[in-house]
């Protein structure tokens, strides 16, 4: 095999297998492995006329003693039901999840990354409405698909200061709409906001809440969390993702010290910051070096020295220690492989 781990992008690469399972008079079937990449769907399927579609994102880690370890697979499992909910779709049951995700992972066990590489095996779980219907109204039937691909950094710029940028001329979804899913569609409309700030020299952007603009709501694919006066600042607002990551770091700014505040955030506090960041699964915790308002102009700037600031990258090196066995995994978020 020839993969690269250390420069390996945010991108696909081929694996083995996926798995698929499929909800039909009443039941799951047992997921299914698959060699193929591609998948048949009836051309009147819900996920392709109304958008009935959620995933979810994951990552399993190789550890130094070479064991392979998934982090809170069971939070995703939990997630991925709440969000089939709010689009009316079939949930998945959790424990099958979880057992979907390990094996996907055993399935492709030497696509896992070496400890060491800044890489691990991004795991993609997505449920899709295929029962056709014309007129506006949820699929019968669904379908299951989890795959898995090895993954770089998110950013290109791994654990380095990114560049944000604030848009208020596009939301990414309604004050009462599906923020909170992980629903594709939310995607889809983040997209122009994304690539013009991508055009403009921005890693991503930031969206302010959907009512009044005045606070500060998600950060592109990621959560969006502040650090003052030993405290952790995140957004608590009903139109955001609700983050496993961001949750977990509340989790750990707690275990070393730091008051944890979920509260709303406005833009004018963004000056007040000592450091600020997004966090997900896939960008881990990406400081932010700069954030530019692209309708005021007004700028605001961390990591003046070009690196994380001090609480980030302890909140880093404690959370990625516990993803790859390197620490105790005293919050029991592991499930090993
Ligand atoms: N917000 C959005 C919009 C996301 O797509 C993601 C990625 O899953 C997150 C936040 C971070 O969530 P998590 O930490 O559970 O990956
Ligand atoms: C994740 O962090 O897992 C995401 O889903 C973000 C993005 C790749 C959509």
């Known amino acids: 095999m020839d993969i690269n781990w250390k420069s390996l992008p945010f991108g696909y690469v081929k694996t083995d297998y996926n798995l698929r399972s499929y909800f039909k008079d009443g039941t799951w079937s047992a997921p299914e492995a698959s060699a193929s990449e591609e998948i048949t769907l009836h051309i009147a399927a819900t996920c392709l006329h109304y958008g009935q579609e959620i995933f ?14 998934l982090f809170r697979p069971e939070e995703n499992g939990k997630r991925f039901a709440n969000s089939a909910k709010g689009l009316l779709m079939q949930p998945f049951p959790i424990e099958l999840f979880v057992e ?10 030497r696509f896992v990354p070496p400890y060491g590489d800044g890489a691990s095996l991004y795991i993609r779980p997505l449920l899709v409405g295929t029962s056709p219907q014309v ?10 698909l989890i795959f898995a691909t090895p993954v770089g950094p998110y950013f290109k710029e791994g654990f380095k200061p990114i560049k944000m940028q604030i848009v208020r001329d596009f939301d990414r979804v309604a004050p009462l709409g599906t923020g909170k899913f992980k629903a594709g569609g939310n995607y889809a409309a983040s ?13 991503s952007v930031l969206f302010l809440d959907v009512k009044e603009k005045r606070y ?7 959560n969006f969390f502040g650090i003052k006066n030993n405290t952790y600042v995140t957004p608590s607002s009903n139109t955001i993702l609700d983050s496993i990551t961001n949750m977990s770091l509340c989790q750990l700014a707690a275990d070393i010290g730091l008051k944890v505040e979920r509260r709303a955030i406005e833009v004018d506090e963004l000056g007040t910051f000592e450091e600020v960041g997004a966090c997900g ?5 990406s400081p932010i070096g700069t954030i530019v308002d692209r309708e005021t102009g007004k700028v605001y ?13 302890q909140l880093y090196n404690y959370l990625r ?16 492989v």
């Open 56 to 69: 979810e994102g994951l990552k399993a880690f190789r550890g130094k003693d070479g064991k392979i370890r």
């Open 281 to 285: 699964t896939a960008a881990v915790i």
């Open 216 to 222: 500060v709501d998600e950060a592109g694919p990621a």
């Open 100 to 109: 979907s995700c390990k094996k996907v992972v055993k399935l492709n066990e």
């Open 321 to 336: 220690q516990i993803q790859e066995g390197g620490t105790e995994d005293k919050f029991g978020w592991n499930t090993l």
């Open 191 to 203: 997209l122009q906001a994304t690539e013009r700030g991508h055009d403009e020299g921005f890693s």
């Open 301 to 313: 700037e961390y990591c003046k020295d070009g690196n994380a600031g001090k609480i980030s990258t």
């Open 135 to 144: 007129g506006v109204s949820p699929a019968r039937e669904y379908m299951f």
